[in-house]
């Protein structure tokens, strides 16, 4: 207990030194935070974090000025004949009601739906009830930007697991060779991996071992890498078949422990017998020999492990290059053991990661609906987020007349956003929980401001399942909400739940929802909610996100299970410690994290196997003359951060990369505003000419193009961009997943005449 430094901490609201855990990214470094005079003065890592150790980034330290930022909207809004007028909450939910219940009576539910984008993984509110919104509502279909991200992970982990957020990650804590596929960490911090400074981590397996960057880009942290193997856009998979077969091939297969846990072996053996790494290397761009080496390389290192990410996600084959990740981690032996790829065991149990009702034992069974424009199946009950504006804008039965946002900026974010920015002004209604009036969000008739992220507790709930240790860590808020009476989060998206299902959104008891939600989640772990809440109606944890994390971390894996497991997590304990616990690196968890009704890894779902012939297909197709791949850069997120100041010095980062040869060839120098075309549509960008990047590709950041009249974004106006999701088609998806292809896009580029 540290009652001393608990001590030096400032109260909520009060000038001094605040511990708070960086909501921005899955690296949850822990801020110390200076506020004087009611200002945050600075913003440090805190050394003393038990996870992240003083570790930050430009955007962990930029969050003062995302609270100060002047554009940020405080009051909520509601449109009338065109303009916005600031409502008090009480005026601006009777609006939410006034729009969405005649369309509710009128059309159903079926012609409401929403979109929750990724900040909501990010958010102690949000992350733990937007399952209130998605499951209660009766909204049938819901959009995230999940299909532009990690579906196939959740389908390829759905079916290899029964579960389908089930993600091994990398212990690159204690691994001696990292192979990594299509993630650039020295930007990202990590996804799908949480890890407190990844890049020192790196660092460090390359003082010892080997670093391999797999990509058709050089990024920063292939720069950093020992060997940059450039491949061939969309063709991981090739890639990863061409290993597997040499693991056979040359009898390298090294099961261990974990061989009665498989099942699927001589399937896999028998497919893998069609992909010769001679027949992979023309497509791949990497040599049949290397790809041999990778293999043996692999099997020889007592710790090593493969890592893909968006890279192999976000293009053409990303469900079977997610699968062959895994695969070849467990074939090489390099699965469930320190050092290899190991499935994260989180102090809170997630409220996100509950099972889908009806899918629970890695049941294939998709498409059980289509939707009604395109005839996208469903897979793990969504579709691709691309169909949204479709469905908007045709009309007939089961079009969509109200759509609510939640932490979403679908019009730069996602494939063709700009067919959804023009059909958004056609819906009955559209209400958006955000911070911003931006791209998206100018289009609503009411915004319902969300708090700042120093405004908020902070405990993370996704993220902890892809952590490389257990770690818990509570952050108090920083500041008071400027208006102590405005709902959080959690009850906004309760108040339109129940606005969903027949009550006027003013109307809704909040209390009695919040109640039967924290009812199911007790229920989940064979508890009886209305006990337990006798228990709490004593204490100061009445309700909301705090019970809930109380709950996931007391029958979590170190929880005190309300009393039976004595001196066990509380959130109580966890108050009492501001720098966080840590647990400990992960731990061996195969069989009980399986979901498979007979507890075995399923090597070879058939699901998957089906889309071979759509790969085989690929490896005869004539080579594009350029494609087109995505970038982030550590200064960004996705579409948001822009109009934060300290973030946007510097040169332009919204450039299309393009390699020396390539820049001769089209006639173009560093500078020069090219026009890059593809199937769903044209941009004009300045180029950037490099050598680091494989010839025939060129690269696009994200998450621009702003500058649209009627919104809010003084700092991101001033250096608007360009919107490079114009260019990705909505029927170029990974089919098995329905995920965005974002990577892969082939184009053309032409010099624009001056
Ligand atoms: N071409 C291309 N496109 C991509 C990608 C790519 O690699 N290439 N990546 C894709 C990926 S992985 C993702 S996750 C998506 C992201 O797509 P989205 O999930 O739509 O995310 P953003 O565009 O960043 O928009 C986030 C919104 O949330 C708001 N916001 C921030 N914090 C909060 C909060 O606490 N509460 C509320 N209510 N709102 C908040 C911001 O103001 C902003 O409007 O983009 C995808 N798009
Ligand atoms: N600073 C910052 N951090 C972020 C974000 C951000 O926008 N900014 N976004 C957050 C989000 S939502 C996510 S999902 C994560 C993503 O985190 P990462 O997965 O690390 O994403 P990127 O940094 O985009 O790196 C993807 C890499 O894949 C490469 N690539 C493209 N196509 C292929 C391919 O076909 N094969 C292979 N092998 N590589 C390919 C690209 O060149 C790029 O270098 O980052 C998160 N962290
Ligand atoms: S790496 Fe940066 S954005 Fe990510 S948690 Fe740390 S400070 Fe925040
Ligand atoms: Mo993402």
């Known amino acids: 207990m540290t009652t001393e430094s608990l001590n030096l901490l400032a109260g909520v609201g009060e000038d001094g030194r605040h511990l708070y855990t960086c909501p921005l990214c899955e690296a949850m470094c ?108 009766g909204i049938p279909l819901s959009y995230s ?43 990202s911090q990590g996804s799908l991996l949480a890890a407190p400074d990844v890049m020192g981590i790196i660092d460090a397996i390359r003082k010892r071992g080997r670093v391999i960057v797999i990509d058709p880009v050089r990024t920063a942290t292939a720069a950093r890498a020992d060997e940059w193997l450039p491949i061939t856009p969309g063709t991981d998979a090739a890639l990863l078949l061409g290993m597997t077969h040499t693991l056979f091939d040359e009898d390298l297969v090294t099961l261990g422990e974990l061989a009665p846990h498989l099942d699927g072996l001589d399937r896999l053996r028998a497919v893998a017998a069609d992909w010769p790494p001679e027949r992979v290397a023309g497509v791949t761009g990497i040599d049949a020999e290397r790809i041999r080496a990778l293999a043996r390389e692999l099997v020889r290192t007592e710790r090593a492990v493969v890592y893909g990410r968006i890279g192999t996600c976000n293009q053409e084959f990303g469900s079977l290059a997610s699968w062959l990740v895994d695969v070849v981690n467990i074939l090489t032996g390099h ?74 900026n679908p019009v730069l974010s996602t494939p063709a956003g700009h067919t959804l920015d023009e059909v958004l002004p056609s819906l009955d209604a559209m209400i958006s929980v955000d911070l911003w009036l931006n791209e998206t969000t100018r289009h609503a008739d009411v915004i319902l401001p969300a708090p700042s992220p120093l405004e908020q507790p902070h405990h993370d709930d996704l993220i902890l399942n892809f952590a490389v240790n257990s770690i818990a860590n509570y952050s108090a808020p920083v500041f008071e909400p400027e208006d102590r009476n405005r709902p959080q989060e959690w009850e906004i998206l309760i108040r339109l739940t129940g606005l969903c299902t027949g009550t006027p959104a003013e109307d809704v008891d909040v209390a009695a929802i919040d109640d039967g939600f924290f009812d199911y989640m007790a229920f989940t772990q064979g508890l009886d909610g209305a006990e337990l809440r006798r228990n709490y109606s004593s204490t100061d944890l009445t309700g909301g996100p705090e019970r ?85 850069h550590l200064r960004s997120n996705n579409s948001w951060l822009h109009n934060v100041g300290p973030l946007m010095k510097g040169r332009d980062r919204c450039t299309l990369l393009m390699h020396t040869d390539d820049a ?91």
């Not at 499935?343 to 998709?366: C, K, N, Y």
């Not at 994200?702 to 608007?720: L, Y």
Request: proline share 9%; with cysteine.
């Open 664 to 754: 001769t060839k089209h006639g173009v120098a560093t500078g020069d505003v090219v026009t890059v075309t593809s199937a769903g549509g044209h941009i004009d960008v300045p180029v950037e000419v490099t050598g680091a990047i494989k010839p025939g590709v060129v690269s696009m950041p994200h998450g621009w193009g702003h500058g649209k009249p009627g919104t809010r974004m003084s700092v991101a106006n001033d250096s608007p961009g360009v919107n490079t999701n114009v260019l990705s088609p909505p029927n170029f998806i990974d089919e098995p997943s329905g995920n965005g292809a974002l990577n892969g896009i082939p184009v053309t580029v032409t010099a624009k005449a001056t």
């Open 30 to 137: 822990g801020l110390e935070i200076q506020v004087a005079d009611g200002q945050v003065a600075s913003i440090r890592g805190n050394r003393e974090d038990t996870w992240s150790r003083g570790h930050i980034c430009p955007k962990g330290a930029s969050l003062g000025a995302v609270h100060h930022d002047p554009d940020r909207i405080h009051r909520p809004m509601i449109k009338v004949d065109g303009e916005w007028q600031e409502v008090s909450w009480e005026a601006a939910f009777k609006r939410c009601t006034e729009l969405l219940a005649p369309v509710i009576e009128k059309y159903g539910i079926g012609a409401v739906t929403c979109y929750t984008g990724n900040p909501l993984a990010h958010s102690f509110s949000l992350g733990r009830y937007t399952g209130v919104l998605l499951g209660m509502s």
């Open 145 to 187: 930007p999940g299909t532009v991200d990690q579906w196939p992970k959740n389908l390829s982990s759905h079916l290899m697991y029964g579960g389908w957020w089930s993600f091994p990650v990398p212990d690159i804590e204690r691994t001696d060779l990292l192979m990594v596929m299509g993630a650039n960490p020295a930007a």
């Open 335 to 408: 699965f469930d053991k320190p050092g290899g790829s190991m499935f994260p065991r989180p102090a809170a149990w997630s409220v996100t990661v509950q099972p889908i009702p009806g899918l629970e034992d890695g049941a294939p069974e998709f498409g059980r609906f289509r939707t009604r424009v395109r005839g996208a199946k469903e897979v793990l009950g969504q579709v691709p987020v691309s169909c949204l504006a479709e469905e908007i804008a045709t009309p007939g039965e089961g079009q969509i007349r109200a759509l609510i946002t939640v932490a979403g």
């Open 548 to 632: 809930i994390l109380d709950l996931t971390l007391r029958t979590g894996p170190f929880g005190d299970r309300y009393g039976e497991n004595p001196g066990g997590l509380t959130l109580e304990k966890l108050k009492a410690e501001p720098n966080g616990i840590n647990f400990g690196p992960m731990v061996p968890r195969v069989p009980d994290v399986l979901g498979t009704a007979d507890k075995k890894i399923r090597l070879a779902p058939q699901y998957l196997l089906d889309d071979l012939p759509r790969l085989a297909a690929r490896l005869d197709r004539a080579p594009d003359e350029l494609v087109l791949v995505s970038r982030r």
